[in-house]
């Protein structure tokens, strides 16, 4: 279990955190109470990013496609995001952590945008861990903004249309300066990646588990770890040259 190689951890962990519905109907509670315990496995995978070093920590917190969930649930999502922010703010703050906001700002509810805006102000020089939450996050809408940016760009004389790359097309993202993801884990049992950022996981390791969100401990995460070590990842050249180039 602890044979982890600390040479050799992911850079950047993108999470899905499904399952707090099932968990909580497992209980005979209703869905907010599952949301409710699933905070304290975001406090748990925050400290072991910390722990281990891990440098860029990304959490699916709320969904484009969430708004569609019946009113009262989307409220109490909303709530215990507040919730959330405020309480952790200070221990955030000592232990190094940034906050980074990945999604639309339009349709934030303005006590909730106030919040996350403040929270990214006011962690905007720790240096362990950048912490980006997605919330009102869908990766197809992303594109599509990016490539909007990238169009009025060209109609203010500061782009040409022949220089769109990946590359460049890369800096109106969201995640413009971040590394992709290393590693992607879903909790919940479901082998999707719900709009969450199809862009940026081209290369990154998939990691499914059934675990449900709330359920989800260190141990569980050291067990992706260790899955995500016993990868070859290739990018497209052979196992050969893979390891002739890591000897
Ligand atoms: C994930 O858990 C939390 C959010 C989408 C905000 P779910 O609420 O989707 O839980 P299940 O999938 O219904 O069990
Ligand atoms: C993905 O979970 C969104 C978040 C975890 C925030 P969902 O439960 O909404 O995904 P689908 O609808 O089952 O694909
Ligand atoms: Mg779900």
Known sequence: MHDLD???LPRHVAIIMDGNGRWAKQRLRN???GHEEGTSSVREVVKCCLDFNIPYLTLYAFSKENWQRPESEVKALWRLLM???KQEMQEMLEKGVRYRHLG????IPGEALDLIRDAVARTARADRLVLGLAINYGGRQEIARAARLFAEDVLKGKARPGDLSP????RYLFTADL???DLMIRTGGERRVSNFLPWQLTYSELYFTEVLWPDFRREHFI???HDYQNRERRFGRTSEQVQEESR
């Open 83 to 85: 919730r959330f922010l």
């Open 167 to 170: 590359e460049v097309l890369g």
């Open 31 to 33: 869905r907010i109470f």
């Open 6 to 8: 600390f040479g050799r």
């Open 104 to 107: 639309d700002e339009e349709d």
């Open 179 to 181: 590394p992709d993801p």
């Open 223 to 225: 067990e992706a770890l």
